[in-house]
């Protein structure tokens, strides 16, 4: 999987911020359902597009909104696991989405919960499938 410069570098950035305290899985996760995006005809086809999307004037990953994608170190074990996603390695089960519940809005989990199939837990977010 190539991707340009731009592109790696805010893939490695939304893992950091979204999954900087889960463990090397949380982070692959959190990859693959950002390359399942980018694969999926229902959301862009760049990482870029996809990380930076936003709808409505809100943004798809909280870190987006806050700024905090642009104020993380990337650690290497996030460069691990980044390029375990980028050669192929997917665990997400096809996941489009993740939440961290403790974190979220009740609204927005009311429409995780509402509109989209649960997959499993892993760490501290669930993942999810439309």
């Not at 870190?63 to 460069?79: A, Q």
């Not at 939440?99 to 501290?124: P, Q, V």
């Amino acid at each position: 999987y190539n991707l340009c410069e731009e592109d790696y570098d805010i893939l490695l950035r939304i893992v950091e911020a979204e999954a900087g305290g889960e463990d090397e899985e949380g982070k692959l996760l959190v990859a693959n359902v950002v390359i399942n995006r980018v694969n999926s005809d229902k959301f862009p086809d760049t990482v870029s597009e996809v990380v930076l999307q936003e709808s409505k004037g809100v943004t798809q990953f909280s870190p987006v909104s806050s700024g905090s994608i642009w104020k993380v170190t990337v650690s290497e074990e996030t460069k691990s696991a980044v390029a375990r996603a980028l050669g192929g390695e997917d665990i997400s089960h096809g996941a489009l989405y993740f939440a961290a519940r403790k974190y979220a809005d009740s609204e927005n989990m009311r429409w995780f919960d509402e509109k989209l199939t649960f997959l499993f837990s892993h760490g501290g977010h669930e993942f999810y499938s439309q």
